[in-house]
């Protein structure tokens, strides 16, 4: 029997070899399936188009959009319809501007609605009395019959119906519509009305990247009725290449400048916002600054990146009230209905072309797409295309086409079907699960990659078995608690180094006359103490899902908010706060026995929007936090120790965290800022504080009104008494103090109760 060569092994031999041919049998259906890959990703950037996926992708998401309506009415707005019934009462459209100031009059005067929205453009005089010929007349042909002017001239105003229209404006607040028209190659920019104020200027976008539709010319409404309006919104529809409505303009450029929309103008009067502020964010590690919202207020409306928003359908119609405006103007419609809702005048007859094809409904009145949007703003249901859709689309087509290449064709038939089964229900989950939390992805071109590849594979008809494992590393282990290192890991992607901006909040805590403590104490005592203190208060942080940010001697930074997202970062950091505070308390007596000193600290806790990342130099980097907010946290920190509290927080903070009681300390100015800012001392929750410490409260407050209403007697007695219930607090003396120097040098009368603190 010849023997084997040294080191051999009969399996090993005999495997290797099998898998190599396997291997190189299914280099070509790899190949094939790599070339379909990079097809769909040069789709995706845009260097040709396949027809095949833009329909489906429209296919999928109209599904979607239909599955998961809400299916129910706003009752909120209502849609004053210039239907059949009232084109056959009052006479075919347009109507004279007579029958419209009755029509706007009835609803302010009668019903009480709040605003009146028209989703109609009044480019041209309205002439419709017969004036102007009377006028002729009285000046020509019958110039000699005097009485016939003067009837002419008293008639005049009654027969101006643009001056009636106008006036009648003047009742109530109303948005009224126009539109943008592209250049035409045939004939001069058209430039017709009075264009309403930009609502962002050129200006406020200097710099950044602003994809909004342009156009060259308007149609707009004739400026005496233009003037006598609230506001306007263009009208001015975006259809898809299958020429349906899915989407809405909510600026458009016209010389440099961006114009609302009609809904979008609506829902600014709604929220009482008078400026719209656009949110950039880069679409890319390198790419440009798109917007990807406008903010209203605490209000945002999500936008894709050339800022349309797609339209939040409610249902297939119906899903708004609709009233007669013949019945509107004869005063018969429901007033209760009208009382107080917000308005849309718009048409649903289908002789006026205002039938829109939509996912919803093929022929939906314009008018319920305003409806729509409007009512989907105040309710913050707008659905937000990422402005990296494209990029997430990208890696997706990159993610899918690299995987299947490499597995399907190793794997049995049985095992590539269950596989690509379950990569068709994954994808589709998933997406279902960014829709369901109001983020479209794409989905079309994942979904036909995978089928495509499957079916490729399934065709050329080699398969093998093959399974790959992928480790997920932190890179976040140095700055935060084990647990959420373990939670980051479960979706390393959504994690980033990069600096970017957040609402977050930050604690700053300090031991009270650290240096004098230090003098006393030898260098291993100190650092022994130190570490006694830092290491339950450092446990306390992570407990409480926070971030150390840095250690500065005696000093602790710590953060909420980041890396990992945390929505009540503001009730953490203040429990954290809280408990670092009773566990020092807890933890004097062994200081004691350690011969060491008694330890106070001051906490100061701040909330608002912060800069977090990786900063410094080429030579050192950090991950921490900067901004005015953070700023002011410190600031907080250093002043516990004039008004003699422990803990201290800002008024974000406050407002973020409602249900706990809060002493209201001062309204002072800091070091580096000039605004005011109220400053609290937390208590607890509020069924966790006791009567008597609610009366102390009650006292304080009013004393507090009464000391900034510079009646000095009453609050001096208010806070004596308050020195007295509790004499050991040094907020009471302090004001005392000030009331005496008030007393001896009183403020202006435009003192608005600010102190001024000139030091850290």
């Known amino acids: 029997m010849r023997g084997l060569p040294d080191g051999g092994h009969p399996c090993h031999s005999s495997r290797m070899p099998q898998f190599l041919i396997k291997l190189k049998h299914q280099l070509p259906v790899m190949g094939v399936t790599s070339l379909i890959t990079v097809m769909f990703l040069l789709h995706c950037y845009g260097f040709f188009q396949l027809g095949l996926i833009e329909k489906l992708e429209n296919f999928l998401y109209d599904t979607r959009l239909l599955l998961t309506m809400p299916e129910d009415v706003d009752p909120s707005i209502v849609i004053v319809d210039i239907d059949e019934a009232s084109l056959a009462a009052v006479g075919r459209w347009p109507w004279g501007r007579d029958k419209l100031s009755a029509l706007v009059t009835q609803l302010f005067d009668t019903y009480g609605v709040f605003v009146v929205g028209f989703d109609v453009i009044f480019r041209e005089a309205d002439e419709s009395s017969g004036i102007g010929i009377l006028q002729r007349l009285a000046r020509e042909d019958l110039a000699e019959i005097p009485e016939f002017g003067e009837r002419i001239t008293a008639l005049q105003d009654s027969l101006d119906y643009d001056l009636l229209f106008s006036e009648s404006l003047g009742k109530g ?97 709604v929220l009482g916002v008078d400026k719209v502020t656009p949110q950039f964010s880069a679409s890319g590690m390198s790419g440009p600054e798109y917007i990807e919202s406008l903010g209203l207020g605490n209000f945002a409306i999500p936008v894709d990146a050339n800022v349309q928003a797609l339209v939040p359908y409610r249902g297939r119609g119906g899903n708004y009230r609709h009233v007669s405006a013949v019945d509107v103007i004869r005063g018969e419609a429901d007033a209760e209905l009208l009382a107080g809702s917000i308005v849309l005048v718009g048409t649903s007859a289908k002789g006026l072309v205002d039938l829109r094809p939509t996912p919803v409904n093929r022929e939906l009145p314009g008018v319920e797409v305003h409806a729509n949007l409007i009512s989907g703003i105040l309710e913050q249901r707008i659905m937000t295309l990422p402005v990296d859709a494209r990029g997430i689309e990208f890696l997706q087509l990159l993610l899918i086409g690299a995987l299947l290449t490499l597995l399907l064709p190793m794997l049995s038939p049985v095992a590539a079907s269950v596989f690509t089964t379950a990569a068709l229900g994954a994808v589709a989950g998933l997406n279902y699960y960014f829709w369901s939390q109001q983020l479209v992805i794409s989905l079309a071109s994942s979904l036909l990659l995978i089928l495509i590849i499957y079916l490729l594979c399934m065709a050329y008809g080699f398969f093998f078995e093959r399974r790959g494992k992928r480790q997920l590393s932190s890179l976040f282990g140095q700055y935060v608690p084990p647990e959420l290192v373990r939670e980051m890991s479960d979706d390393p992607t959504r994690y980033t180094q990069v600096a970017h901006n957040r609402e977050m909040t930050v604690l700053f805590t300090d031991i009270r006359n650290f240096t004098t403590i230090s003098e006393g104490l030898t260098p ?3 650092a022994a103490m130190l570490n006694a203190y830092l290491t339950p208060m450092t446990r306390i942080i992570y407990d409480h899902r926070g971030t150390i940010d840095k250690y500065i001697g005696d000093a602790v930074m710590a953060f909420w908010g980041a890396p990992v997202g945390d929505p009540d970062h503001a009730r953490h950091a203040l429990e954290t706060g809280l408990a670092m505070l009773e566990r020092l308390h807890s933890m004097r007596e062994e200081f004691r026995q350690r011969g060491w000193p008694e330890l ?146 009183p403020p202006t009368r435009d003192w608005d109760g600010v102190y001024t603190h000139t030091s850290k």
Do not use: C
């Open 173 to 269: 607040p109303v948005i009224l519509g126009y539109t943008f028209v592209a250049a035409d190659e045939h004939s001069a920019t058209i430039r017709d009305g009075a264009l309403p104020p930009p609502v962002v200027s050129k200006a406020e976008v200097q710099g950044k990247f602003v994809a909004a539709q342009a156009y060259a010319g308007y149609g707009a409404n004739i400026p005496r009725i233009q003037s006598a309006a609230a506001g306007a919104g263009h009208i001015t529809p975006a259809l898809d290449e299958d020429g349906v409505v899915r989407r809405v303009p909510m600026l458009i450029e016209y010389a440099g400048d961006y114009y609302e929309s009609l809904s979008l103008a609506i829902a600014r009067f």
């Open 524 to 526: 291993e005592a100190l």
């Open 600 to 745: 106070h600290i001051g906490v100061g806790i701040n909330s608002g929007l912060m800069s977090v990342g990786d900063m410094g130099s080429k030579f050192r980097m950090a991950y921490t936090v900067l901004g005015d907010a953070v700023n002011l946290g410190s600031r907080l920190e250093g002043l516990t120790k004039n008004y003699g509290v422990e803990i201290m927080v800002g008024e974000a903070t406050r407002r973020l965290v409602p249900d706990y009681v809060y002493r209201e300390l001062d309204i002072v100015k800091v070091k580096g800022k000039d605004q005011p800012i109220p400053i609290y001392e937390p208590i607890a929750p509020a069924d966790q504080v006791s009567e008597a410490e609610s009366r102390e409260l009650e006292m304080h407050h009013a004393a507090l009104q009464r000391y900034r209403a510079q009646d000095w007697d009453a609050a001096g007695r208010l806070f004596g008494e308050l020195q007295k219930l509790a004499p050991g607090r040094q907020l009471y003396r302090i004001y005392l103090d000030r009331i005496e120097e008030f007393r001896r040098h």
